[in-house]
Every structure is written in C-alpha cells, then in structure tokens.
C-alpha cells in the first residue's frame, strides 16, 4: 500500500524485517529480566536493585553514545552493525546458560544490562545513519514513519510474548530467544544486495576531534540546533507522563494499579497512530517547525491528566500524548535526516538520541520532587504550563532570528 512504499526497496526491507523480530526478542528478555532481578535479589534491595538495573543501562547507553556516533562516520555501518549485534547476540546466550545451569545471581544480570547499554549506544547512531542510504530522498520521511510502526509494534508484542514465555518455560527461555532474535538483523544485513557506501569520515582524527567537528557542525546550523533543543524539551516534559502514571492513577483518579498498564496500552496504541498517520503523509517535504504546534498540544494533554475525571479521560489523553508524542520526534527525526551531509550523520544522530535521553531523567527527577512536596496533580499542572510557555518562548525567539525555513521548505533553507 501506499503509505507502506518505502518497502518496496528490498535492502530496506530485509533491515525492517529483521529489526522488528529483533526488536520483539528485546522486549521479550525485558521482561524476563526485571521479574528476575526482582526474584534472585534481597529482600531488603530489592527495589533498589530494580533501580541499579535500570540506572545502569541507561547510563551505560547514554556514556556511548557519542562514541558510537563517531565509530558510524569512521566504519562501514553494515559490518559495524553485524559485530554488535553479534556480541549481543553472546550477551543474552550467556544470560540463557547461567540460567539453566542454576548459576544466574542478580549482578549477573546488572553486567550484562551495563554491556547492553553499552552496545545500544554504538549500534542506536550506526542504524540511523544507515537508513537514508536505503531508500531514495523522496522516500526516507515514509521509511522513517515505517520504522517507528516496526519499534511500536515490537513494544506490544514483545512484552505480550515475554509474559506468555515467561509463565509457561521461563525466564531462560525469553533469553535464548533473543538470542536467536539477534540472527535475524545479522541474516538481513549479509543479504544486502547494494552495501551502503562506507562513510567518508576522516580516519587521521582522534575521536575527541571527531567529537569536536560534529559539534562544530551542529552551531553553524542554527535550525539544527533548535530541533535537538525541541528533542530535549520533549524528553524533559514528555518523559514524566509515563514515569509519574503509577501515582497518578492511584492518587489522582483513585483507580487500582493495574489500571496503569491499560494507560501505557493507549500510550502505545497512540504512537502506533502517530507512526501509520506520518506515513500515509509522508509524501510531502518534512516540517519540522509543526513540531512547535505540537509540543503545545502535548502541554495542554499533561495538564489535562491532572484534572480529576472518570477512567476514560486518562485513556483518551494517554492515546493523544502517545499521538502527539511520535508525530513530534518522526518529524524532528526526518527533518534531520534529510538535511544532514553522510559524512557527519552518525554524530548528529548520537547527539540526537543523546538529547533525548538526557532529559527523561532530568524531567522525571523534577517531576517526582515536585510531586513528593506538592502532589502529583500540581507537578502535572506545571510540567503542563510550563512547557507551553518554553515552547511560545522558543518559537518567538527563533522567528525574531530567521531561523525557521518558510513551510514546505527543507530546514536547511
């Protein structure tokens, strides 16, 4: 179909294919591995290890990812992604054995969660920048909507899948077949008809340099930085609506816990939406500065959630936060893509990424101190407002600059 087009292209298939399968085993060992965490550690820890856990793989990400983006502009992508996903393809083959041999300990599984963080963050630069060179120009805003379809689709199946292993052969299983999962992404890029050319970096710099050059590109674009900064802005503001839902259904709505999962559903299915909407769209020239529009609507959705009402108003605004959410970062995404030279497009997207995940912690931090001393309802009345103020303010300050390219332009314009 036609808002499916970008699937015509057979290397970019192969590479859709097989990271949706990928993607399904990641959430599949997800699953198993928080629940083992919880079970093998103290009772006394035992949320604190949750926390370590999690701690560690972000961080372990966030810390590499400026050197993977380097490592994308420097190597063939294809072969670099082979070798990652390989290793952590060994990553979850150990976690399996252990588990079967009765040897598995909670800082076995911690290890293996700061090795994985590590790998996503060389692999997440490589396979952005390795995307615009499997379709045409025209084609890459459908390409990119297609592989946040595959993402979303993977975050509802996987964790499906993983729950149902989990219960009937367990835990180790879901890691032997993330395992298996990790084939797939390899099979597809050794069946590549046309290799994407191997990028044009300089191989005399040190990676600091590198570093240095990337930046460097980044401040003579002032367009370019206005959307990193909106990718900030949207993990610092976006970010709490999900880490904060758990008080805020029992707090605010006064509704049991379990209905915190039927919210992320509609946050999912949201972004699903989102994803499939951009791609039948997708025909037109990207505008990133509707970003702006968006982001505003998505202020006045975390405002909303902390207005009192029936169940059903928090699952309304969770399906148009989870919309808003992934019509924001498809549009950002693309416009950058579509700008930004091969030769530097590793490091621009690890500073994409990077921005992004910076600000879900820091937005998640102050949300929860907030909501400690003043309530959960007053920390989303402020996130709500205030990110409809930084927007206005950003919006005004960058069109007093000439910053915005006139719609239907490329931002780079």
């Not at 926390?51 to 994308?72: E, H």
């Not at 999962?181 to 890029?189: G, H």
């Not at 904060?244 to 939406?273: D, I, T």
Request: hydrophobic share 55%.
């Amino acid at each position: 179909p036609a808002f499916a087009r970008a699937l015509q292209y057979r290397d970019y298939r192969l590479v859709w294919t097989g990271a949706l399968v990928s993607n399904i085993g990641m959430w599949m060992q997800n699953v198993a591995r928080g629940v083992l965490v919880y079970e093998l550690s103290p009772v006394a820890s035992k949320k604190i290890w949750l926390g370590i856990d999690a701690f560690v793989l972000g961080l372990c990400a966030v810390a590499l990812l400026p050197i993977g983006g380097v490592l994308a502009d420097r190597l063939a992508r294809r072969w670099l992604l082979i070798v990652v996903n390989l290793a952590g393809a060994a990553v979850a083959t150990v976690l399996a054995t252990l588990y079967f041999v009765h040897l598995l300990e909670v800082w076995h599984i911690v290890v293996s969660s700061a090795v994985t963080g590590a790998l996503q963050g060389i692999m997440i630069p490589a396979n952005q920048a390795l995307m615009p060179s499997l379709v045409s120009r025209e084609d890459l805003p459908n390409a990119i909507a297609l592989n946040s379809i595959q993402f979303n689709t993977s975050r509802i199946v996987g964790p499906a899948l993983g729950g149902i292993i989990l219960t009937t052969w367990g835990a180790g299983w879901s890691f032997g077949l993330n395992a298996v999962s990790f084939a797939a992404v390899v099979a597809a890029l050794l069946a590549m008809h046309k290799p994407p050319p191997r990028p044009g970096g300089s191989h005399h710099e040190t990676m600091i340099q590198s570093l240095r050059q990337g930046l460097s590109y980044v401040r003579s674009r002032g367009d370019l930085t206005v959307m990193l900064l909106l990718i900030l802005l949207t993990g610092i503001f976006v970010g709490p609506v999900i880490t904060m839902l758990p008080a805020l259904v029992s707090e605010v709505y006064g509704l049991p816990s379990s209905h915190y999962a039927r919210l992320l559903s509609f946050f999912g299915v949201g972004a699903l939406m989102g994803a499939v909407l951009f791609a039948a769209r997708s025909r037109r020239e990207p505008s990133p500065w509707r970003a702006f529009g968006i982001l505003m609507g998505l202020g006045l959705c975390i405002y909303g959630f902390g207005l009192r009402g029936p169940a059903w108003w928090g699952e309304a605004l969770s399906l148009a936060a989870g919309l808003g959410f992934t019509g924001v970062m498809i549009r950002l995404f693309t416009a950058i893509m579509h700008t930004t030279p091969d030769d530097v497009r590793g490091r621009v997207s690890s500073f994409q990424v990077l921005a992004f995940r910076s600000g879900l912690p820091v937005g998640s931090l102050v949300a929860g101190l907030i909501a400690q001393r003043l309530g959960v309802d007053i920390a989303f009345f402020l996130f709500g407002w205030t990110l409809i103020l930084v927007i206005a303010l950003l919006l005004l300050i960058v069109r007093r600059r000439g910053v915005l390219s006139k719609p239907g332009e490329d931002a780079s314009a």
